[in-house]
């Protein structure tokens, strides 16, 4: 059973910046695939950002040149900074991870841009 605690999320103003960390525990193997998603309220889960263990990386068009997705693979960590933020970013950030064809996520962490 895995396991993702996501840590980083808060307050910033419009233009800022926000790094997102999520750790994953409970296996001893590589998680292959591991990314970001989000919710806004009244809204559908939606991909943020996804990484490989390979390097391969997929990003939404609305994020695409502000949000940068990194690994760790030792570590099975993975990192979503987040620069030049606009309000419309405002969500729950929850980690995911695909393992075995099973897909974990985490509890969720609140970004709020104010404008």
């Known amino acids: 059973q895995v396991q993702l605690v996501e840590s980083g999320g808060g307050l910033v103003q419009a233009g800022g910046s926000l790094t997102l960390s999520c750790a994953a525990s409970?296996?001893?193997?590589?998680?292959?695939?591991m990314g970001w998603y989000r919710q806004a309220p009244g809204k559908m889960r939606e991909l943020v950002a996804t990484s490989t263990s390979g390097g391969s990386t997929n990003y939404a068009d609305s994020v695409r040149g502000r949000f940068t997705i990194a690994r760790d693979n030792a570590k099975n960590t993975v990192y979503l900074q987040m620069n030049s933020l606009k309000p419309e970013d405002t969500a729950v950030y929850y980690c995911?991870?695909?393992?075995?064809?099973?897909?974990?996520w985490g509890q969720g962490t609140q970004v709020t841009v104010s404008s």
């Open positions: 995911n991870a695909l393992f075995f064809g099973q897909n974990y």
């Open positions: 409970g296996t001893g193997f590589r998680i292959n695939t």
